[in-house]
């Protein structure tokens, strides 16, 4: 043992010896035994610790998991658990306008982020809100979640007759009106404001219904202003009556059926009519009446956590009334008018959790729902004998749409100028608006980031700014291939004109062209028979927009120098050669062309034309299939004489390198060309 001891002894000393022999002529070296130098032993130790720390998220998802299966949510400051996780909420909202149903879908992705339980969402609303909302839910495909909507117009007269001055005008009474408008069978419901944002999953606040006594049936946070305190805010001001500090509507718990029971029709009619004896008119609307109603009857309200409506309003007292005694943040409400431009001490962090939302991906949210799909999901082959199986998949995708993202008012006019732009393409816009004075309608390609970034750019623009006959509707980005002609056809189905142009985003309009367009559509279009208008298209080298022509005399000019030349000659002259620019340039009166192979002019249509064919994606015979479908059906061509657009110089887009540099891309082209000839001889057989 002893000789064990002292050979080990002699290896350590010789070890030392040998060590520090390296370390004294080895400074610049490698310092780590394994002969890593300082900077990759430094990696190596981040590394591990990534490594660690993704050891231990693992077992706090498992652990998560493991409660899960158990029936356990985990405990909350609040007192609140979840729900089971396949027991129905039901969402019920108040939503009118264009700019309203933008702003909710920012409480619908932080619902649909963190919840676990199916959903329906009951939507009050007038015929634009329904629209888009409706179209939203249809393209969006969620799992488990369901949209009902309500005509606001059928209870708008039962509410009408009270004065408001609130900013919200009669809709924000419409509340009032829910235990009548929403079915008899649904007993209970979150009634939410749409500037509100969920920042925990709603089931927590489903939950909290259980807690109502058997009188209770209005479940609210007490409002954290001195907004119902007589002359608090200053020496006259004589609010409506209400408990203390009254409580915020902005979040309600609202069992229907109890409210039914009580007469609540009669109840908060009474005590409107009441009050404006003497108060004349609502400064909150809903909210004003209900605390009236509660301070008649407070056995009626179950006082909610603080943590469930943060109220962010121009006098909030939230910090010293909520944010300093709770933990939680479950529900930020942004009711000021100045919404998110409000100071408080946490502002910036919440206007952080509303953007986080605002620019979610919400395809994220889509797909399979984990917790309550049992149905086994079919199995699906990733092998296919048809090498162009991801272009056709393209031309098929259901595609997020968001109709009229900003506030639209239709005009009366005859011609909507209808076309596509993405991302890259915003700088075009405000010289298009100020050549083309009629209505357009615009879609555009974006991701939720990019969305954000447009309203934006339209906010800081005096130009956009101005013009209200502008329809912007948002095709949310989704695979590998611009959708050219399915956002062709959302613009062109959107356009609220009986004709519509059909151009490109990089084309400028001539001089006054929607009034000639007037009467062209007058003289030709509106005869009744099967015409179409083609406009003759140029392009330009100049980047300037104020550069370009806007008159014929001005495009004749700059043809004999050669500064513009008719569009694509050089590269593609079969694509508008049949417009006959000889005839053009000395004609005074529209005049009629034959269709040739490949003709893809830019025309004025009837809107009820034919939509475009969905398979061509990208680059390459989108526009070429639809003239000549519309050929097929024996339309004929008419060229004005007085109009044209001209193109302005772009670098070539991301479908076009596709094209020039990838076979396969050019030979499914073909594929899908020779197909839809086929179906085109086969459906017009006497016009092929």
């Not at 300082?38 to 660690?52: I, K, P, Q, V």
């Not at 639209?408 to 010289?431: I, K, Q, W, Y």
Request: proline residues 4%.
């Amino acid at each position: 043992m002893g000789k064990f001891s002292f050979s080990l002894n002699r290896i350590l000393v010789f070890s030392l010896l040998v060590l520090c022999f390296f370390l004294l002529f080895h400074k610049d070296r490698p310092t780590h035994w394994l002969g890593f130098n300082r900077r990759e032993t430094s990696l190596a130790l981040r590394l591990r610790e990534s490594e660690d720390q993704v050891r231990w998220l693992g077992r706090q998802l498992r652990l998560s998991l493991s409660k899960e299966k158990r029936g356990g949510n985990g405990g909350h400051s609040d007192g609140t658990e979840g729900e089971p996780t396949c027991e129905t909420i039901h969402v019920c909202i108040v939503c009118s306008g264009y700019n309203a149903s933008r702003t909710v879908v920012s409480l619908l992705k932080s619902i649909l982020y963190y919840r676990r339980n199916p959903l329906v969402f009951h939507f009050i609303s007038d015929h634009s809100a329904r629209k888009v909302l409706n179209h939203l839910a249809s393209t969006w495909n969620l799992s488990h979640v369901q949209f009902i909507f309500y005509k606001a117009e059928t209870v708008i007269s039962d509410v009408s007759w009270i004065p408001n001055k609130h900013y919200s005008g009669v809709y924000g009474l419409l509340k009032l009106t829910l235990p009548r408008i929403l079915p008899s069978s649904l007993h209970k419901a979150i009634v939410l404001d749409t500037d509100v944002v969920f920042a925990t999953d709603i089931a927590r606040l489903w939950a909290l219904f259980k807690n109502f006594n058997s009188l209770q049936a209005l479940g609210l946070v007490e409002n954290q202003s001195d907004w119902y305190i007589p002359g608090k805010l200053w020496k006259n001001h004589r609010p409506w009556p209400a408990l203390g500090r009254g409580f915020n509507t902005g979040v309600i718990l609202m069992d229907l059926r109890r409210l039914r029971s009580m007469n609540w029709w009669t109840l908060w009619r009474g005590v409107t009519e009441n009050n404006l004896m003497t108060l004349l008119s609502t400064s909150l609307a809903d909210q004003d009446i209900i605390n009236t109603v509660i301070s008649r009857q407070e056995s009626i309200v179950y006082t909610l956590p603080c943590s469930w409506n943060i109220q962010l309003s121009d006098n909030s007292l939230s910090d010293t009334l909520c944010l300093e005694n709770t933990k939680d943040v479950n529900v930020v409400h942004f009711n000021s008018p100045k919404k998110f431009k409000t100071k408080q001490s946490y502002s910036q962090f919440f206007r952080n959790l509303h953007q986080t939302f605002l620019q979610l991906d919400g395809n994220l949210l889509r797909g399979g729902f984990f917790y309550c799909d049992n149905t086994p999901s079919e199995p699906t082959s990733s092998v296919s004998s048809d090498d162009c199986v991801e272009m056709r998949r393209a031309g098929t995708v259901l595609y997020r749409t968001h109709l009229y993202y900003l506030d639209f008012t239709p005009t009366n006019e005859s011609v909507t100028l209808v076309a596509t732009l993405s991302h890259d393409r915003l700088h075009v816009l405000e010289g298009l608006v100020l050549r083309w004075k009629g209505p357009l309608s615009l879609t555009l390609y974006l991701t939720d980031y990019e969305a954000v970034k447009f309203l934006e750019f339209h906010e800081n623009s005096p130009v956009l700014k101005s013009r209200t006959n502008v329809a912007y509707h948002v095709v949310y980005k989704e695979g590998y291939f611009y959708p050219v002609n399915y956002l062709r056809n959302v613009a062109k189905k959107n356009a609220q004109t009986p004709y519509v142009f059909l151009s490109d985003i990089d084309f400028l309009p001539s001089d006054k062209m929607e009034e000639n367009l007037r009467t062209h559509v007058a003289n030709i279009l509106q005869e009744g028979e099967k015409n179409l208008l083609v406009v003759p298209a140029f392009e330009s080298e100049r980047y300037r927009v104020n550069s370009l022509p806007g008159t014929k005399a001005e495009v004749l000019k700059l043809l004999d120098l050669g500064e513009i030349i008719t569009f694509r000659s050089r590269v593609w002259p079969k694509g508008h050669e049949a417009t006959n620019f000889i005839k053009w340039k000395g004609s005074t009166q529209p005049y009629q062309v034959a269709w040739k192979p490949d003709f893809e002019p830019y025309i004025v249509a009837p809107k009820n034309v034919s939509d475009y064919d969905l398979r061509f994606v990208g680059f390459g015979w989108n526009k070429v299939s639809h003239i000549f479908q519309l050929y097929n059906q024996g339309y004929k061509f008419w060229v004005l004489p007085n109009v044209f657009i001209v193109h302005l110089p772009h670098t070539p887009s991301l479908d076009i390198h596709r094209y020039r540099t990838s076979a396969k891309y050019r030979d499914c082209m073909e594929v899908f060309k020779s197909e839809f000839i086929a179906e085109m001889k086969g459906k017009y057989p006497k016009s092929s």
